[in-house]
């Protein structure tokens, strides 16, 4: 089963219940709620969150908070699909703001922000090592969007 939480920047993960969606103004403000619906995408592997959701339905549910980290406690083998390699590589450019992804086991806390972009990088990224999250954040992930070009022309015409 996999479980999700999206924690502040600044929130320790120690203490955070499970499959919750932590959204935080202020501590003050903070309160959690619970993830409300998987989108429509009912045949495969769950997505990290553990909903049937597609690599490009993540990219727009990480938009939704973009102040927030997301992060993500066990593995989806499988999620992502050599059919939305393609999808993916096109976001390689957008600047729209994101959440960043953080593995469960890392005591890192990303900070700044990130971009559509860079989470496509490192969705791909994910892909390529049959692993997701591929790194234990998108904190200080830089993808070398040229040498995925280059791979993805040599990768899409050998598949």
């Not at 502040?8 to 219940?17: H, R």
């Not at 592997?45 to 938009?63: A, Q, S, Y």
């Not at 999620?79 to 703001?97: F, G, K």
């Not at 890192?108 to 954040?137: C, D, K």
Request: proline content about 8%.
């Amino acid at each position: 089963m996999h479980r999700v939480l999206f924690i502040p920047v600044l929130l320790s993960a120690a203490g955070c219940a499970s499959n919750h969606l932590t959204k935080s103004a202020r501590p003050a403000d903070a309160r959690q709620t619970q993830i409300s619906s998987p989108s429509a995408r009912l045949d495969g592997p769950t997505d990290p969150t553990g909903f049937h959701r597609t690599p490009i339905e993540f990219l727009e549910f990480l938009k939704q908070s973009p102040q927030q980290t997301l992060m993500i406690i066990g593995s989806s083998p499988g999620w992502i699909r050599d059919a939305d390699i393609h999808l993916l590589m096109a976001r390689l450019q957008s600047q729209a703001r994101c959440a960043h992804v953080k593995d469960g086991a890392s005591s890192h806390q990303p900070l700044g922000e990130t971009t559509e972009g860079l989470q496509a990088a490192f969705l791909i990224e994910g892909f390529r090592q049959h692993r997701y999250p591929p790194r234990p954040t998108s904190d200080g992930f830089v993808p070398d969007v040229d040498g995925l070009k280059t791979w993805y022309q040599q990768w899409s015409t050998h598949r």
